[in-house]
Nanobody, 114 residues
Framework: QVQLVESGGGLVQPGGSLKLSCAVS????????MAWYRQAVGKQREWVAQ???????YYADSVKGRFTISRDNAKNTVYLQMNNLKPEDTAAYYC????????WGQGTQVTVSS
């Protein structure tokens, strides 16, 4: 059974940075097409970024140029570096397989506020 454990969220001021981590167990991580999603209160979960096993990355327009997705196959972990954070980035952030959805983890809360 695949388990996803997100971490690294917190409270940050506008313009600040955070780096999220997602540890994956129970799957062949090195070939998995991984993605980050987020869900703000009262809104549907939305796709944020994705990274193929070969290193191809794609981003939602709202985060392009500010967020960077990366992975460490030796650690079975995918990361999301978030820079120049804005209040509208406030949400719970989740990782998952982009095309073969696994059970969702608990997510990690990011709050951007002064």
């Amino acid at each position: 059974q695949v388990q996803l454990v997100e971490s690294g969220g917190g409270l940050v001021q506008p313009g600040g940075s955070l780096k999220l981590s997602c540890a994956v167990s129970g799957a062949t991580f090195s070939i998995a097409y991984m993605a980050w999603y987020r869900q703000a209160v009262g809104k549907q979960r939305e796709w944020v970024a994705q990274l193929s096993s070969g290193g191809s990355a794609y981003y939602a327009d709202s985060v392009k140029g500010r967020f960077t997705i990366s992975r460490d196959n030796a650690k079975n972990t995918v990361y999301l570096q978030m820079n120049n954070l804005k209040p509208e980035d406030t949400a719970a952030y989740y990782c998952n397989n982009r095309y073969q959805q696994w059970a969702w983890g608990q997510g990690t809360q990011v709050t951007v506020s002064s």
